[in-house]
């Protein structure tokens, strides 16, 4: 499965806690969960696509039907409900 056109629902849904280049830490996290990220370029494309740089979250969020359903909005629902089920416990 290739990724959606116009959806980068997994460079926003998310939280992210590794190092992303033009983005700073506050209070561990990198980049909150609903924040779309630095890198995404203005047709919603990562700018760290294969390269090294890119974390390892990132590239472990592979295109696949359950996460990524049938619409952007689909995608959005299923990201945030495993943010909140992988969120630390305080």
Known sequence: MDCRPDCAACCIAPSITTAIPGMLAVAGVVKPAGQACAQLDADLRCRL??????????????????MCGSSREQAMLWLGQLEIATAPRL
């Open 49 to 66: 696509f294969g390269l090294p740089s890119r974390p390892a979250v990132c590239v472990s969020l592979r295109p696949a039907p359950e």
